[in-house]
């Protein structure tokens, strides 16, 4: 199992989710976000003069997902989110060990299948 995080554009959210859902991949867990990279931040405008903007406001997908879906994930967060401009996020991958459900007591990949949702 991997643990997928996505730091993704605040627009592009609604298009990844949809892109997720329509390849079966409902559960996620997204947080607001502050950061940076290589953008360095925006350089603006305003009546007194120019002045930098240098954490962004993001959104942050984390996902849990098995070893067979982890590529399609990714491959669909990143297809979803690309806008082609400076600033279009990062996405990392570290392995999970292991994975709970508090409800049923599932563990591991069983705990992250759709069947086991209703139960």
Request: aromatic share 2%.
């Amino acid at each position: 199992m991997k643990k997928i995080e996505a730091i993704i554009k605040e627009e592009r959210l609604d298009a990844v989710k949809k892109a997720l859902e329509a390849k079966g991949i409902l559960g996620m867990t997204v947080s607001d976000v502050v950061g940076r990279g290589r953008q360095k931040g925006l350089l603006l405008q305003w009546r007194a003069g120019e002045y930098r903007v240098d954490l962004l406001h993001k959104m942050k997908l984390e996902i849990v997902a098995d070893d067979a879906n982890c590529d399609m994930v990714i491959d669909t967060i990143s297809e979803a989110a690309r806008t082609g401009s400076i600033g279009d996020g990062m996405i990392f991958v570290l392995p999970v060990e292991h994975a709970i459900r508090i409800r049923t007591g599932e563990k591991d990949e069983t705990s992250l299948s759709a069947e086991s949702n209703g139960k």
